[in-house]
């Protein structure tokens, strides 16, 4: 007797933070409105029940490279691969005008991936290269393949203020610490300059 099996290819859902800034207006209005529309649209192409932050006024980083940024989280679960999360996000700030040509600079709408599961890539030392590169070569170099987690995500108030919100006890895969660990070590007036904004 055989016995057919059906095998499914189907990939694992995993669970992706992104986050979300913008300090300059976009063709639905100003950035908080940019960011609320940006979420629909991931969450009409991924499917996704979402989970999102406040939106939260931060400093532009760094200093002196344009207008407060207004910044916020999501989390939720892709069933795909990461490299077309990151398509998906690159074709959402596209809708919105985001032309990545300049790092660091005034932009529309910014939609990084933070974290995939517990993916490091494209290897531990890779990561780590990023990681710990001296800010000046941060801001001239642009990485040729994916890095995750984001290098810098523990050193950012404006990405662990909004991670606050959602998922507190979510480990770095590298240092094992928790997003309410590295936003305890981070400095009193980094934390004081993120400001939460009302809600519409």
């Known amino acids: 007797m055989n016995i057919k099996m059906k095998i499914s290819l189907k990939l694992e859902a995993k669970s992706a933070l992104v986050a979300l800034g913008g300090n300059l207006p976009s063709s639905v209005g100003e950035p908080g409105k940019t960011l609320t529309y940006a979420m629909a649209n991931l969450r009409l192409c991924t499917n996704s029940l979402m989970y999102r932050s406040r939106f939260f006024s931060t400093p532009c980083f760094p200093v002196g490279y344009g207008p407060d940024y207004v910044n916020g989280a999501v989390e939720f679960k892709f069933q795909g691969k990461a490299n077309e999360l990151l398509n998906i996000l690159h074709d959402i700030e596209k809708i919105f005008g985001r032309a990545r040509d300049t790092r660091w600079c005034g932009r529309v709408l910014d939609l990084d991936l933070l974290t995939f599961g517990d993916i490091i890539a494209p290897s531990l030392n890779g990561y780590a290269q990023w990681r710990d590169m001296p800010l000046s070569q941060q801001i001239q170099q642009t990485p040729t393949e994916m890095i995750l987690p984001h290098p810098r995500l523990q050193d950012r108030a404006f990405v662990l203020g909004p991670l606050m919100d959602i998922v507190p006890d979510w ?30």
């Open 171 to 200: 480990r770095h895969p590298v240092f094992g610490l928790t997003v309410q660990q590295m936003y305890g070590r981070l400095s009193v007036a980094d934390r004081d300059a993120l400001r939460p904004m009302p809600e519409p």
